[in-house]
């Protein structure tokens, strides 16, 4: 039975990396789903958080093949580990001053930000979890959705327990995986 996993991927931060890492699922026929990549703590290391849809045995293979790209350093399935998972979605929407208050009522509803106003549209920034964004977006569509940015999703292992530079996990500093 396919699902959603997501992956964070420590690799080295190096030219070509994440193209190396995206033909190699798009050679295994993945859809990528979301992709976020950023610089960590070590100038050296880049941490690419990956949202794939498939199967375990199919990930299974995904995961043995990124793990033989020499810039890999640790791949970690954040799926079953207790994690903060996020999104970034930017919405610009149709608003002018007949509808500006109903439309800031729903952003305060959301624990959004209006981040831009012009006299005929606002440009709104909301972070949260899938069912969030898509919640928001049905919400304001009925005032004319003019344009959507949105992120990949970025996440952190919650409590003491993180991906160390080294492509270990730790918790209160020994190792855990």
Do not use: H
């Amino acid at each position: 039975m396919k699902m959603r996993y997501v992956l964070a991927v420590l690799v080295e931060n190096k030219p070509g990396v994440l193209v190396r890492v995206a033909g190699l699922l798009s050679r295994r026929k993945f859809n990528i789903e979301s992709v976020a990549a950023g610089k960590t703590g070590d100038p050296g290391i880049t941490r690419i958080t990956i949202e794939v849809e498939a199967d375990e045995k199919t990930l299974e293979q995904v995961i043995k093949q990124l793990n033989k790209l020499v810039n890999v350093l640790k791949i970690s399935n954040l799926t079953s580990e207790p994690a903060v998972i996020r999104d970034l979605l930017l919405i610009k929407v149709r608003a002018d001053a007949s509808n500006r208050n109903e439309i800031s009522q729903i952003v305060e509803t959301f624990r959004a930000k209006t981040i831009d106003f012009s006299p005929q549209s606002m440009i709104i920034e909301v972070t949260g979890n899938e069912e969030k964004m898509e919640a928001l977006m049905l919400l304001l569509s009925g005032y004319g959705i003019l344009e959507i940015a949105r992120t990949g999703k970025v996440a952190l292992l919650r409590g003491s327990k993180t991906l160390i530079n080294n492509g270990e996990a730790r918790e209160n500093g020994k190792n855990v995986l």
